[in-house]
């Protein structure tokens, strides 16, 4: 029986420095009150969340030979997560993220690519392929941010996913936003039809789809998942289901999520699709997010919701709406620091507590 979660995509370590203010020259002194290394990436994001739900977790990406790749696997280890199928390589560093976080609360960052930038299907599934034959043990393969991965984008994205695909596993694609719809769709078209799930926000599903640039103009710097029509949003689902994915998840931040799935002759080519295929296709749904009264840290709430959107499925739920409520719920006790963290049976233990948040948005008040 096929069992666990592979996340892949890319992997970063953060280092951030607290209580610091910006330079005043190029070559003056900041102090630092203190400093903390944190795994980063959408390998290290989903995967976290989706091990705090008590899914058995992989990961399968690429660190370099160096002090910041040893860093990195042995925080990976002490999220339980399982790290037998990480390259390490000696052609590039572990990828770098310096965090200034300032005492007004805003951050800079300083990025170096590292490993990310050479990551390709000829090192990701290691020496002949050998780590790609373990995902026929899987339940579901997590790929992020292929934006700010250059060796895995367009057709060389396609054709990793398609040999992800073949082993008969569930693909989930996730992204990152970019300058603009070109730029999104020649990075991301040619891999749609491969996946069988798509999890952008608002504005990166948007951009996918071909429709970010006359809404963001409109838009005139408000956030999108504010002002966009239902029939807007929509619209932008039916496109990218028409690519030929089956599952669409449209995050909206504290407005909540849209789903569209494909009709149930599709739907039940989706790997780990139940027998009552009813509660899964042909899904027009719009569920609110909960309500979170506590102090918050919003830090990782897009991925805890995806990662429980793939518990939903990997569990055998039943009905998207119901995984959506369940994702909803994970990200609400998430963000909610008098919450703690809590696993799979506690976040369905305190479903029941969750209150509706009503949607800024009026226009999305007509679909609930």
């Avoid at 696993?343 to 509706?356: C, I, N, R, S």
Wanted: aromatic share 6%.
């Amino acid at each position: 029986m096929r069992s666990g979660i592979v996340c892949s995509g890319v992997s970063c370590l953060d280092l951030f420095l607290y209580d610091t203010t910006p330079l005043h020259t190029r070559e003056s002194l900041s102090m630092v009150r203190t400093t903390q290394y944190r795994p980063g990436g959408a390998t290290s994001n989903t995967g976290r969340a989706l091990a705090r739900l008590g899914m058995p977790v992989s990961y399968l990406t690429v660190l370099g030979v160096d002090a910041n790749g040893d860093i990195m696997e042995s925080m990976w280890r002490a999220d339980g997560v399982d790290t037998s199928c990480v390259v390490r390589v000696e052609t590039a560093g572990t990828a770098l993220s310096v965090l200034p976080v300032y005492t007004d609360g805003k951050r800079g960052v300083y990025f170096c690519p590292g490993t990310n930038d050479i990551m390709d299907a000829d090192n990701l599934f290691g020496p002949g392929q050998q780590y790609l034959q373990m995902l026929g043990d899987c339940q579901a393969f997590h790929f992020g941010y292929p934006p700010l991965l250059r060796c895995l984008q367009g057709e060389a994205l396609a054709d990793l996913l398609r040999l992800v695909r073949d082993t008969g596993v569930l693909v989930s694609l996730d992204t990152t936003p970019v300058a603009t719809n070109a730029e999104q769709m020649r990075i991301l078209g040619p891999a749609l039809p491969v996946a069988h799930m798509f999890t952008p926000n608002v504005m990166e599903a948007a951009q996918a789809a071909g429709r970010f640039d006359a809404l963001n103009a409109r838009a005139h710097g408000a956030d999108l998942e504010e002002f966009i029509t239902a029939e807007e949003l929509a619209e932008i689902a039916d496109i990218l289901l028409a690519t030929g994915l089956p599952i669409v998840v449209i995050t909206l931040g504290p407005n909540g999520v849209y789903i569209r799935t494909a009709d149930e002759a599709t739907m039940r080519t989706v790997p780990g699709a139940p027998a009552d295929i009813s509660g899964w296709a042909d899904q027009r749904l719009y569920v609110p997010a909960f309500l979170v009264e506590g102090p918050v840290n919003t830090t990782g709430a897009g991925d805890t919701f995806t990662a429980g959107i793939l518990t939903g499925i990997c569990k055998g739920i039943g009905s998207m709406a119901e995984i959506a409520r369940l994702a909803h719920c994970a990200g609400a006790l998430h963000v909610d620091l008098s919450r703690g963290v809590h696993g799979f049976e506690e976040v369905v233990a305190a479903l029941p507590t969750m209150v509706v948040r009503p949607p800024k948005n009026e226009s999305l008040l007509g679909l609930m």
